[in-house]
């Protein structure tokens, strides 16, 4: 196997394997489907990165298609923004399509599964239409409605689309399965009533179409020869397939779906109602806030397309949901803007510093360098005078032998300019340092050839000219959660881990003269703090700048060599102190989707059942036998527990009195769900 083959990932080798196979290169068409209820955001990156990055290795169109088909929450407004997003990390969809373009299409196929008996209108409650379908371990039964005659079910589907009918009342289902252990295929619903207009389509229609039922159709009509999803839709496979097949014509093509693992991130949430929830009670400015993982927020920030890219590459594309540290982002950010971003100084919280033997009045220009990663970068003027603001916390008074930054009676040398000695301090009547008086070695300026300038001294601090600074406003951010998975928490709402200090605005930054023209968007590093970028939100009478990310590199100094990720997330190091993201164990996963378990029910309830029991088969007993002791309020994480004993025992696991403790307290529970589970394995 060559290099090349070995390097690609699972969803690469699918189609390589499909065009080995015979499939002609020119029918490959991928496409990105986004719902336009939300902005993107760096999970969503993932997507857009490896469905265009398909499309250009293999010069395939892909096509941007809006899945509309809820108009309660979609909107214009995000519209504009996917499409922004996807061209700001530079990539071109060759056709725009709405699902909302095949609404009359889909309404005619759905008439087709009527008349040949595959589809009926239901009159019964959500509630009770739940109650029906069964459990993941018990068939459904069949409704009332289910065996009307294609006639009536005409006529009530006709005066559903008329608008005669109140929202809720009728909807259209499928008549597939009421026993298939698949529970999405016991009859899903089709269409509902929603009277609310579409951001196209107006009021034209007040019946919308389920996603289920559009997605693979959608597919279809455009023609889409790999229809890649996250792996929430695994279990829908099943419901996609037998959609196409009953309208499928062989002289088409046959889209085939396969999934891939979600893109989720430390110390944030990336759903979007999650994220509307922190846009709507203010606790963020908006979706493009810095702090937000919204690729709006990330490009405000000061991230580049290219970082974001590289990070999705690093990440990789994996058959199991993972959670990669933010850290791997900011060591993406950091390499880009290293090679790119000019230097200069700036001083976030000053204190005036005053060169008592400098000649009063005097004004030098000394040359700075731009960037010593490129040495076509140049260099730039920066005004020296007398009088400096330098960082209050790079002097003390009194300071011991491991500090190096500037102390009296000691030297240090100002980054492009003198060697300074700190001789005494000036305060104020409550004792705080308001000047530090020092003297300069005057034949010392950097670069002048002198002896004295190759003199060496143990600290260089940046600075910037009192005459000569402009203020500006600088915005230093944080994690926006306090704990790197908010939204796992089973008894806590996600919104009880926001940090407080996730926003440090100082008002009163000095900068050098250079940045008096910057422009929104410009990205520079602050020498010695870190990158900072222009915020939209500057003037012409005020500099805005957000700190993307610091310098300290530690991602990097734990992953020296990073590559590319294939078939599996590489681990990344938590830089939080908690345990190593980047792929967690199967019993970690199957905890993390039983804490949610008790407030799924149908469709989502049989998935998570299906997951748990997947992941069991790579737990061992020793593993799961702690999960015993689960206290009895944690319902969720005893029916997991049960879920993955019976997964052990039908694989040979020998019982013990452990094990007949747990199942018969799992019995006596009065959680139905927990005591049918440990019914099942009795």
């Known amino acids: 196997m060559t290099e090349e083959k070995d390097s690609l990932n699972f969803i690469e080798q699918i189609i390589e394997d499909d065009l080995t196979a015979g499939f002609s290169k020119d029918k490959l068409r991928f496409r990105f489907p986004p719902e336009p209820n939300g902005y993107l955001h760096i999970g969503h990156a993932a997507s857009i990165c490896l469905n265009f990055g398909l499309g250009e290795k293999h010069n395939a169109p892909v096509n941007l298609r809006f899945d509309d088909t809820n108009p309660a929450k979609e909107e214009q407004e995000y519209v504009d923004a996917i499409k922004n997003d996807i061209q700001w990390l530079g990539f071109q969809w060759a056709t725009e399509c709405y699902s909302s373009d095949y609404f009359q299409q889909l309404y005619d196929w759905a008439i087709q599964l009527i008349k040949e008996g595959k589809a009926y209108v239901d009159g019964q409650s959500a509630d009770l239409m739940a109650s029906q379908k069964g459990t993941p371990t018990s068939p459904g039964v069949a409704g009332p409605f289910r065996d009307a005659s294609i006639e ?13 009918f109140e929202q809720g009342s009728y909807v259209l289902r499928a008549k597939i399965d009421m026993a298939s252990p698949n529970m999405l295929m016991r009859d899903p619903i089709l269409y509902r009533i929603v009277k609310r207009a579409h951001h196209r389509t107006g009021n034209d229609w007040c019946i919308y179409p389920m996603y289920d039922w559009t997605h693979g159709e959608s597919d279809y009509i455009e023609q889409i020869s790999h229809s890649l999803c996250t792996l929430e839709f695994k279990m829908h496979r099943e419901l996609y397939d037998w959609f196409l097949d009953q309208i499928y014509d062989p002289a088409l093509l046959r889209p085939k779906q396969r999934e891939f693992a979600r893109r989720n991130l430390s110390y944030t949430v990336m759903s979007k109602r999650k994220l509307l929830e922190l846009v709507e009670g203010k606790t963020v400015t908006g979706w493009d806030d810095p702090r937000m993982p919204t690729i709006s927020g990330l490009r405000r920030r000061g991230y580049t397309p290219e970082s974001i890219r590289k990070f999705s590459d690093l990440s990789g594309i994996s058959k199991r949901d993972s959670v990669t540290d933010v850290s791997l982002l900011e060591y993406c950010i950091r390499e880009d803007l290293n090679k790119t ?3 200069v100084m700036a001083v976030l919280d000053p204190v005036k510093l005053i060169i008592t033997n400098y000649p009063a009045g005097k004004t030098e220009m000394l040359e700075s360098e731009n960037n010593p990663e490129d040495p076509n970068a ?10 400096l603001y330098i960082e209050r916390e790079d002097f003390k008074e009194d300071a011991g032998n491991k500090f190096f930054r500037l102390t009296l009676g000691n030297e240090v040398r100002l980054k492009s300019a003198y060697i300074i000695k700190g001789e005494s301090v000036v305060k104020d009547s409550d004792g705080k340092i308001i000047e530090i008086h020092c003297t300069a070695d005057l034949d010392s300026r950097s670069g002048s050839g002198t002896e004295a300038s190759t003199r060496k001294v143990k600290g260089t601090l940046h600075w910037v000219s009192v005459q000569h600074a402009i203020k500006a406003e600088v915005r230093e951010y944080d994690r926006l959660f306090l704990d790197e998975a908010p939204d796992s928490h089973e008894e806590k709402n996600f919104m009880e881990f926001v940090n407080p200090d996730s926003l440090k605005i100082l008002k009163e930054a000095y900068l050098e003269p250079f940045l008096k023209d910057a422009s929104t968007s410009d990205k520079f590093q602050f020498q010695r703090l870190g990158y900072f970028t222009v915020d939209k939100d500057s003037t012409s009478e005020k500099l805005v700048f957000n700190k993307t990310v610091g310098l300290r590199d530690s991602w990097a100094k734990q992953n020296p060599n990073p590559t590319p990720q294939t078939n599996q997330p590489k681990p990344q190091q938590n830089q939080g102190g908690g345990q190593a993201q980047g792929q967690r164990s199967a019993l970690n996963e199957i905890q993390k989707i039983a804490k949610k378990y008790t407030n799924l029910s149908g469709d989502k309830l049989a998935a998570a059942r299906a997951d748990i029991a997947k992941l069991a088969e790579e737990v061992s007993y ?25 997964v052990l025992l039908n694989n040979g696991q020998e019982r013990n009195p452990e094990i007949d ?3 018969t307290a799992g019995l006596a529970d009065e959680n139905d769900e927990l005591a049918r589970e440990a019914k099942g394995i009795l």
């Open 152 to 164: 009536e079910n005409l006529e009530l589907f006709a005066r559903m689309k008329a608008g005669e």
């Open 341 to 343: 971003a000019t230097r």
């Open 378 to 387: 140049g260099t730039h003027e920066l005004p020296f005078s007398g009088e």
């Open 622 to 646: 020793e593993e799961l036998e702690p999960l015993f002791q689960t206290a009895a309020k944690k319902v969720g994480t005893r029916i997991g527990a049960m879920i993955v004993l019976g």
């Open 661 to 663: 403790t747990f199942i």
